[in-house]
């Protein structure tokens, strides 16, 4: 219905509307894996990589042979570990994990039905190769609908690093910079000592400082960010503050120090972010370690999250959680906490059901003033798949509300509807990080 040359939406034609928004609107991926053609062997693409993705190999050894062990399986090449997956999940069986099912999307978005129709792997393969690299990366962001992402950099990871220094190599707009400091955060002043020393720099709080600094300066990061351990606390426990003065000289600084003296006054110094990622339970099952495969998953202490945020009212945070019996009580906190912002279905929560879950509490609870999703892909075209699934869902979990605004009295234009799912998709990340 058209008014004063506006589209009015009905309750007719809402449910429609919103699909067609979230299925066209242009994302922004808050937080990725995925790096540039440049960087080498570190840019993760093609379909090798999706069948070795840690979600998958650990789907395979739910089904694999007894006497194929993780060490045999690791052993192998990259292409013959893809071959097993393939047998096994997608040849024996039907693909019907949310894992599989990716797969499956990906290679349909791409054109390769009849490939894919005939199981025919060698075809995929030999289909991936003949792409030229640079217009595949351009290819697989328009068809994803993604504006840009933002990357994971670790500094102290000299093969990344070396890509950055002595000059940056070029990096392509679609991709964006975070900087890494997980070992701020996990206290380990063991490895921080070890990248200060290398790059000539005191060993000490100044120093750490400083590191932070340089990277910042390297990377122009969007914000800085870390998953912590699965039992991060702040302040850190009595027992570490009442730790004798010999024990702690001897193990460094501690994650509340180090939070406190120095990742949270470069980041107000600098205007940046903390993005945190809550609640992986790290090298649960070691033997999957090699694929990245090996992490479970914990409550996390959300106490510690909302004190973080009360002692440094000048910094901002983003947050992610991944147990999915901490999403209410997080909603609740980013709802009372000004200077945090809620992103995504990161990891076991990147799941059909649970994303439809979780869109309607944040919705109920914060409006449109949180990130609805973001993708977490660590292979490049794991974008097609992450996307296309959970912008179905979450143009679905959004229709009741509109449907009972309209059918209140409520007059909605499709103008207005485009911009709250804008917000909802990238829009309100950027409004925050602007603030």
Known sequence: MEQNGKTILTPETVSQAIHDEVRDVEVIDVHTHL??????????????????????????????????????????????????????????RSPISEACQGVVTTLHRLGLEKLLAERDLTGIRAWFQKQPLEEHVE?????????????????YVEEEAKHWQPEAKPVTSRLRTALRIDNYLKG????????????????????????????????????????????????DPAAAASMKPLVKAFAGFGASELLEKVVAPVCEELSLPIALKLGAWRGMSPDLDPCCGGDGVASADLASLQALCAKFPKVKFLVTVLSRGNQHELTVV????????????????????????????????????????????????QLLYKWDHSRQIIGEALVPYYLRLLRRGWRLTRDELKRDVQLLLGGSYEAFMAR
Not at 202 to 219: C, F, P, Q
Not at 339 to 364: A, D, F, V
């Open 139 to 155: 290819r697989i962001f328009r068809l994803a609908k993604v504006r840009y992402a933002v990357m994971t950099n670790i500094p």
């Open 334 to 381: 980013v709802q009372k906490t000004r200077n945090l912002h809620l992103y995504g279905c990161w990891w076991y929560c990147n799941n059909p059901s649970i994303i439809e879950e979780l869109t309607k509490m944040r919705t109920e609870m914060l409006g449109t003033a949180y990130t609805a999703q973001h993708s977490d892909c660590r292979v490049l075209e």
């Open 188 to 235: 380990d002043w063991f490895s921080i000592s070890a990248a200060l020393k290398k790059e000539g720099l005191e060993e000490n709080l100044d120093g750490a400082k400083e590191y932070l600094r340089r990277w910042a300066k390297i990377y122009k990061p969007e914000y800085m960010m870390a998953s912590t351990p699965h039992d991060w606390r702040y302040p």
């Open 35 to 92: 790096l540039p053609p440049t960087h080498g062997n570190l840019m993760l693409w093609g379909i090798d990589e999706l069948l070795t993705y840690h979600y998958l190999v650990s789907e395979y050894f739910m089904v694999a042979p007894a006497d194929l062990t993780h060490e045999k399986f690791f052993a192998k090449s990259k292409s013959e570990q893809a071959a097993l997956v393939w047998k096994g999940l997608f040849v024996e």
